[in-house]
Every structure is written in C-alpha cells, then in structure tokens.
C-alpha cells in the first residue's frame, strides 16, 4: 500500500463519502429545531400553525428528498465518468455541495423553509454521482476499484463505507446540546459539510486519473503507465499494462452499454440481479430508518430524553469499529461471508426491536435490549452490506457493462432510500413495533440470494468473475 494510494482513497473518501454518511444523520438531532422553524414559518405567512399530520409530511419531504436528489445523481453517473473521468466527477461535483451549503445555511435567515428542501436535494445529486447511488457512491468506489491492485481491491473498496460511517459519528457528536445541537446553530449544522468538500477541490488535482480509464476509454498507454507508477510505487506494471490491453483489446468491438441495453443482456443477467438484490436490500434493510430517526426510535424505546443524544453517539462511536472490522478483515474471509453475516445480524435484531417494544411495558430492561438491537443493526451493515454492494457492483461487471450497472444500483439504492425515509415515520404509526419484521424479512432474504447465488470475488479479474457466472 503505496503513499499516494492510501492518501487519494482518503481524499476522496474524507470529501464524498464522508458528507454522504454525515447528510444520512445530520437531520436526526435538528429534528425539533427544524420543525419548528417550519411552523413558525407558516404561522408567520399565513395566519395559522401546521396540523401535527402536514409538520410531519413536510419534515418528511425534507428528510427524503435527499434520496431523489440521489437518484438524479446516479442518473448522470454514466455520461459524467465517461466524459470527464473518475477524478474529474469527484471535483466537479463538489461545486454542488457549496452550492447546497449555501441554502441550507442562509435559510432561516431569510426565513425560508423551502431552502432547506432544496439544499437537502442538491446534496443528494451530489451523494448519488459518488457512491453506487450518488457521486459519492457511484464514482468513489468505481475510482478507487479501478487503481487499487488485486490485492488490496477489497481494503479500499471498503475504505468509502468506513468513512460513511464517520459521518455519521461526526454529525451525532456535533449535535450534542453541547456543539451545535443548540437551536441557533441547526442552519450552521447543516451547512457545515463545505469544509471537507473544500479541502477535496484543492488537492484531488495532485492526483492522476484512474489508469484502467485513460488506457480502456482514452487509449492514453502513456498516462496510464505513469498513473501506475504513481499510484503502485514501483516501475514495473507491465503485467497491469497488459491485462488492461487484454481487456481494451476484447471491447474493441463493444460499445459502452446502456441500461436499457443492460437489462436485455442475457450473458449478464445473473450479474444484473445480483446489483439489483443487493442494493434494493441495502436500503430497505431500514438502515436508513435507524440514522434518520435514531432519537424517534430510542424515544420510543423508553430511553430518557436528556440521554438519548449520548447513546446515540455511543452507536455511531460502535458502527465506526464495525466499519473498521469489515475493511481489515475483507481480503482475509472475502465478500460473501461479510455481506451474509451482516444482513442475517440486521435481520436478528430487527425482529429483536420489535419484541423489546411489546415486552418493555411488562420487563422495564427490555429497552436496553432495544437498544443493543439497534447497535447490532448498525454495526451488521458496516462490516459488510454498507460497502460490498459497492465493490460488488465494480467486479462483477467489465468496463463495457460498468457505469451502466451503476446506473441501475444506484438508482434503486436511492429510490428505496427515499421509500423508507418518507414512508417509516407513517408505518411506525400504523404498524407499531411488527414495523421491524418487515426489515427483517427482507435482510433474510437477502442473505439467502447472496449464499445461494453471488459466488467470491476476491482475488479475482473481472474476466474470471465473469466466466463463473457464466
């Protein structure tokens, strides 16, 4: 692990991947403060206060229109990574997140509401060109993926998720009552997200592009060349050379596929429902209900509400040991049995939940075991299913199929994303408690697809990942 590897997959992990964890929770401690503001809004314009029913419609909206703004991104993934490049997204999609910053943080100021829903969007277009789902999830890991070795492909694929997981740790410990969880620091709280993205724009220059894409799509054997170099600290890198001929050499004849395009491939069909299994359950695992309503929950668990921001810190403060686990453990027991054992501990646990809320009337302790359940939730998906559908996405497709695969994950993983933030609050109120066996019995399932039908990528080319499924 050379010195320029390691400090680009923290770049960019630390100015994307980080806002996108830091954006999931950031509107978890502000909740009072911003409904608030929206009320009194709304009294101030029209006479009258917001029914209790439309604050939480519209408190909902702004919670989740970060996931459309999401799926937009993911939209735009394909065409910006093949025009500009891996590296020239990430630092063009920065200007997005100061835009957002700006709305976000002059929006009480000019005592408007819809500011803050339209930069909670725009942020979201950023997250979703980055991580399979966003800029942020789309880009970061196709970038890393594509100049990490073999060897180390699994160690920074899941670098992006570990710096998720900070993100929330940061925006839990920055709305503590004591920083900026105060009411007249919630615009400043939002906004805060410009400082790393900043400090992104101005270094990811001293970095190259990703090698795979200057020779595949820029036929650029010279950049290429000196990109490894750079990047694998050694002068040798003929092998590296020649596979990614191999590869240009069996496209030559390809086109870049579209999604429609995709979908119709019969010789990735499993590969496709694979991404689409994966992500949707990703999302729909209700990991995104835990971050977005993490003091909801715990309220609703009996903790006491002057202790609930702590606790809340102490989850973030275990999911990033979690992250840590699952990135140094991943090139020693591989993909599968991480995403597996994470999703079947999310499954426990959230069936866990919903009997600690029906038995927490008779037995008092029982909300604790709430509690552990919700840390077992969050520290299952960090170890596996917060990063390995990411990296899955990038090696089980080859250069042809890729940004067209992150098309379709991303854009499921944003449209769930968006169904359980806007819906959970409603379904907590009609279901109750057996709201979580609903998240239980998607996680399960998940599992079982993946133990029966996604084979080990460790180790592997993408040519030879292909030829198993086929």
Known sequence: LTFPLLSVALLVSFGSSMLYGYNLAVVNSPAVHIKAFYNATWSRRYGYGLAPGSLTLLYSLTVSIFALGGLVGSLLVGVLVERYGRRGTLSRSTLLVLLAGGFMGFSRELG????????????????????????????????LGEIAPKNLRGFLGLMPSIFICLGVFFAQVLGLPELLGEDRFWPLFLSVVVVPTSLQLLLLHCFPESPRYLLIERNDVCGATKALHRFLGTPDVQDVIKEMKEEQRSLSSVEMVSVWQLLRDHSVCWQTLSVVVVNAGMQLSGIDAIWFYTNTIFENAGIPVSQIPYTTVGTGAIEVVAGLIGCFTIEK???????????????????GITFSLLLQTALPWMRYVGVACVVGIIAG?????????????????????????????????????FTVGFVFPFLQMSAGAFCYLIFCSICLLVALYVYLVVPETKNKTFKEISRIFA
């Open 333 to 351: 027991l591989g993909r599968r049995p991480l995403i597996i054992t994470g999703f079947c501990a999310m499954g426990i646990c959230s069936a």
């Open 112 to 143: 408007s509401p819809e500011m803050v829903i339209v930069g909670r969007s725009i942020m979201g277009i950023h997250s979703g060109r980055c991580f399979p789902g966003c800029i942020c999830l789309s880009v970061v890991p196709l970038y």
């Open 381 to 417: 998906f960090c170890m596996g299913p917060a990063g390995v559908p990411f990296l899955m996405t990038a090696e089980l497709f080859t250069q042809s199929h890729r940004p067209a695969a992150y098309i379709v994950g991303g854009s499921l993983n944003w449209l769930c994303n």
